[in-house]
Each structure stands twice: as C-alpha cells, then as structure tokens.
C-alpha cells in the first residue's frame, strides 16, 4: 500500500471542528461565550453533512466514476466519518453538562417541563396558548399513507402516545418546533437572586396532554429529532432552461434531498425509533446518531445574554486612522492606499465610499462583486441611491453562493427594479472575488478607485470575520480589475481579460500555475544559499499539487510557516525536512483573511502564542 502523501480532506475538516469544541471545553472563556462555541460547532456539523457527506454518498452511488483525488475510497472515509463524529458528540456532552453546572453556580438554571412550580407552569400553559398553539399543527403518523418531508433546518418532536389502562392502541405523532418563528429560549418568573430558562419544546412537552386531549390519551412523551438533508443544488443540462430556473428548480428539490443523517434522543421509544427508521427508509448503514435531549444546537449561538450578570461586549469596530477625521473617504484614496482589517476597523468606511460615490457628480459608473450580503444590506441600498443619481451601476451576483442561492435571486428581482446591471456570474464557476472600481471624470480624463477584498460585502459578518479590505486608486490593481469585470460581462467571449491581468493573480486564469512559479524561485534561492522562507494564511489547503510543490520547497530548505484555520490536508512532519510550521487559529472571531507572502527574513519560526488579552484563543499545532 503506497505512503500516505496528504491528509483526507474530510477527516482534517473533522479535526478543526474539534478546535471550535476545545474553545468551548476552556473556562478561561466567558460562559455565554462557550456556550456559543458549542452552537458554532453544532452550525458547522449539519453544514458537513448536507455538503461533504452528501457528496461522499454520491461518490458511492456513481462508482469508480465518483473517486477524486482526495477520496480515493469515499466508503472508508464515511465510515470513519461516523466513528469520529460519535466520539465527538460524546465530548459534546460532556462540555454541555460541564457548562450546566458553571450555569448553576451563577443561579442560571435551563429546566426541563417536569421542573416548573406552579408559577412557570401557569406562565408556561398562557404562553402555549398566546404564541404556540397557532403555529403548530401536529401529524399523526399511522394516518398518513406518504411519510412527509422533514425539513433538514427544523426539529421535531416524536411523539408516543398511550393510555395507562392500554384500552387504546399506542399512537405516534410529529409536531414541528416552530423555532424560526419563536424564540427558542422562554425566560421564566423566577425568584429574585435566580434566572430559569426553558426551551421551546420543553414549552410544547408540558402541554401534549392539551394538544391531544381530544383523543382520549392520558401518558405522553416525546423526543427530540432531526433530519439532515443533502445540500447540493443539480443543476440539469436543459439548454431551453435558464440559469435562474435552474436554480430555483434546485432550491426546490434541496427540500426533499436524499437525507444524510439521522440524529436523535437516545431515549427515545424503541418502537418509535424503529418506526421512524423504517418510515424514513434508512438503514444503520446510513448516519444513524444518537445525541443527548437537546438538538439544534446552532440556536445557542442565541443564548439569552440578559440572564448573565458579567456582561462582555464585544468592542466596537473603530474608523481607520488615515479616515478618522477626512470629510470624504474618496479624497484619502485617491492619495494613498489604505488597508482596512476587520472587524477591527468599522466596515462603515466601504458603505461611506460607496455613498459617496453615489452622490458625487463627476462618477459615472460603478462595478461590484457581491457573494453573500447582509439580510438588510447598506450595499445594496448605496447601489440603488447611485442609479437615481444616474450612474451606472453594474453588480455581480453569485446565484450559486451555497445556502445563499435563494437571498441572491431576491436581491436580483431588487436590484434589476432599480435600473442596476446584473450579471449572475459564470456558467460552471462561481464567482467568488470581491471587488470593486468606481470610474470618476476628472478634466475629461478617466479616473479608477475602489477596492479588492478577502471579506463579503456584508456589514453583519465583518463584525465578526476576521479580513482585509484595501481602499485604493493604484493604476496597475484597478486596471486589472477593470479587465475582470470586462471579462465578466462577457466570460464566453472575453477570456483574454484574464490572462492580461499583470498584478493581481487570477481564478482560474493561472493562479495555480503562478503560485507554482513564486515557490519555485523561493526553491531557487534556497538552493543559492540565499534566504527563502513562505508564509500563508489561508482557510484551507487541499490542492494535491500545490501541497506536492510545496513538500518540493522544504525538502530543498525552504521555511514555511502557514496560519491555516480549516481543512489542512499537507503533512508537517517528515523525516527529509524540518522547517515547516503550521498552525490554526480559533478565537472569538473568524479566521477569513488570505495572506501569501514570500521571501520574509529568514527566520527559523515566527509563528508566536497569542499575544496576552486574547482570551480563550485556540492555537493548535497542525501535523
């Protein structure tokens, strides 16, 4: 059997979302703010399921046609899946009931229905009866013929019911948890020096026995369940169909895709579970999980923050001190770069350029990229102020933007009403750049600005990604990016635009091959004794050819050193090199900048510990 030469891609994936568990496991991290690890860790688990298990199924399903250079054996990978993930969600309990305890130490306390006095209970049976009892409809199992379609985002109460005396033949039944339309947390009254919380389907636990009075039962119970679904949207070859109607056509069917796994409360009803396997038409070859009561735990990340008498505020981001005190970002620009870092410098100072830029007489167009947006987008509105005060104003769309697909179409429809040039991106590619260049006439003379990105147009995740934003007018970058969009208003017929970019390294018009060509020379130098070192920052390495280069480049001396939060697929230690460095950073904020820098001083190691005052930052040694 030939020597592993590169980590699984899916097992490395694995190994990150650990590091988010480890951040909620240390105490040095304030409680409310563990308690959101664990829901990031939650969020990021179903998303692997309806993307990279998905994908790994259909890898099965297609055969020896379905095997990728990182999967050779799909079937193996999937099992060893379903082996780290139980232990991981073993080690999730055990933090969740670690942190249960640090809860009750600062009088916080998250009761079940079987613990309300006679207060809660009251409170609880007048909210069931205000806000829940309109928002749910229960399905009686046995009675429908064609099981119904579980939504992969939604969790479910499976419901036995029975009569004490058995004169009535059990029953099952299924009731959605409205969570996406109520609060899953319901602070209850409570005494003065404590603070009770109770769940959303706790609420609805406590009032079965009002929810199936009419059926003559008298013993109920209910466990928490929940489906995942594949994910992947198929887009069909219908050359008669657009691509909009494709995509729609694919959210459709991404409501009803194959499921991927099945989690549930391992104290379920044997019967029921059984029933529900069987009805659901899975096997215990698919991903059949047992978890504690609670489920759905990215709702978490919205643990009540009132109920903690320590409060940690995030800080607030602050303007960059070249913009601090200008009367127009433009004006700073158009004389010097400036490199915004979020979330430490406000994302205010892209709306404002783009605001003023609407209002200034002497622009006349303005191009941008957009991948993922915020729900109520400044962007968007900046776009739409600009065509009132005619500019022209083109944008970007990436419809294929995963879980974003339908928020895209609809900022579309938005954007067209408006009079904005829309362009949905590259057929069988996605459009994953973020730029922008604004064209102004100075003295009848064309004048280009704007910016290049790591981070979305989105002022509700640059407060918590962590990227770089560079506001400039420099010739050589805004006139590459001016052949970008030239090249995206027309990819089919414009792929020279690409490969005339001189400064900027372009997807897929030979980065790679670029890339290849700068670790090369630092090969080159090291060879010549001269100093040659790598340092990248990136959120993943998986290309086989790259990692091979660069596994090329420490054998001949070359340093590198490389920040690498996710998936991380290179092999640190070998015995035929020993200057490679690699770590991940897992913090209060999300790693999202690239940064790849080349012939830094020759240093041996200069990746340090985290600074002090961050607290609760994961640093781990990658191997």
Request: charge should be positive.
């Amino acid at each position: 059997m030939p020597k592993q030469k590169t980590i699984v891609r899916d097992i490395s994936w694995l190994s990150f979302n650990r590091r988010v568990l480890q951040e909620a496991a240390d105490d040095t991290v304030p409680l409310r703010e563990r308690i959101k690890f664990l829901g990031i860790f939650s969020s990021n688990l179903d998303e692997f399921f309806r993307v990279r298990v998905a994908t790994l199924n259909r890898m099965i399903a297609l055969g020896e046609k379905g095997k990728m250079h990182l999967e050779i054996n799909p079937r193996l990978i999937l099992e060893e899946i379903q082996e780290k993930v139980l232990e991981q969600q073993k080690e999730f309990e055990r933090i969740w009931n670690e942190i249960l305890r640090e809860l009750k130490k600062e009088k916080i306390f998250l009761i079940s229905e079987t613990k309300l006095n006679r207060l809660q209970q009251k409170f609880v049976l007048d909210y069931f009866n205000d806000e829940i009892r309109s928002n749910i409809v229960p399905l009686m199992l046995e009675s429908i013929s064609e099981f119904p379609v579980l939504n992969d985002k939604s969790i479910y109460l499976a419901c036995t019911l029975s009569k004490k005396d058995k004169t009535i033949a059990k029953k099952f039944a299924l009731v959605s948890v409205p969570a996406r339309r109520l609060p899953r947390f319901l602070i209850l009254p409570s005494n003065q020096n404590e603070k009770h919380i109770i769940l959303l389907e706790d609420v609805i636990r406590f009032c079965l026995p009002n929810i199936f009075s009419f059926f003559g039962y008298d013993t109920f119970s209910a466990a928490i369940i929940k489906v995942t679904r594949d994910a992947e949207i198929d887009i069909d070859n219908d050359v008669s169909t657009s691509l909009i109607q494709k995509i729609e056509k694919g959210l459709k069917n991404r409501k009803k895709g194959k499921t991927v796994r099945f989690v549930y409360d391992k104290d379920i009803d044997a019967s029921l579970l059984a029933y529900l396997v069987k009805r659901l038409g899975l096997t215990h070859k698919d991903n059949l999980i047992p978890g504690g009561r609670i489920h759905n735990f990215k709702d978490f990340m919205n643990f009540p923050e009132s109920v903690f008498e320590k409060k940690n505020p995030r800080k607030k981001p602050f303007a960059h001190p070249a913009l601090k005190n200008a009367p127009r970002i433009t004006d700073v620009v158009l004389q010097k770069d400036v490199l915004l870092n979020f979330p430490y410098h406000s994302f205010d100072s892209v709306i404002d350029l783009l605001r003023e830029a609407a209002i200034d007489p002497d622009v006349v167009s303005i191009k941008i990229t957009c991948y993922r947006l915020a729900s109520r987008s400044k962007i968007i509105n900046a776009l739409t102020n600009a065509v009132r005060n005619g500019k022209h104003v083109t944008a970007v769309l990436e419809l294929r933007a995963r879980f974003d697909e339908e928020a895209n179409l609809e900022w579309k429809v938005e954007l067209e009403e408006a009079g904005v040039k829309v362009l949905i991106g590259v057929p069988d590619m996605k459009v994953h750049a973020k730029m922008c260049l604004i064209k102004k006439m100075v003295q009848g003379k064309p004048l280009l600005y704007g910016f290049v990105s790591t981070g979305n147009m989105n002022e509700q995740t640059s407060r918590i990604y962590s990227d770089h934003c560079l506001l400039t007018a420099e010739k050589n970058i805004m006139a590459d990016v001016n052949r970008i969009f030239h090249y995206l208003e027309q990819p089919k017929m414009r792929p020279h635009f690409l490969r005339a970019c001189k400064t900027l390294i372009v997807s897929p018009a030979g980065m790679r091959s670029q890339l290849m060509q700068l670790i090369q020379k630092e090969i080159d130098a090291a060879k010549a004794k001269k100093p040659a070192a790598i340092f990248l920052k990136l959120n993943s390495l998986s290309d086989e050819i790259l990692i091979e280069k660069l596994y090329e480049a420490a054998k001949s001396g070359v340093i590198i050193n490389m920040v690498v939060r996710g998936i991380f697929c290179m092999l640190t230690q070998n015995n035929k090199f020993k200057d490679v460095y690699a770590i991940s950073i897992v913090d209060e904020y999300l790693e999202h900048a690239r940064v790849m820098i080349f012939t830094m001083p020759a240093k041996k190691k200069y990746l340090s510990p985290a600074p002090t005052g961050w607290y609760g930052t994961s640093i781990t040694v990658l191997k």
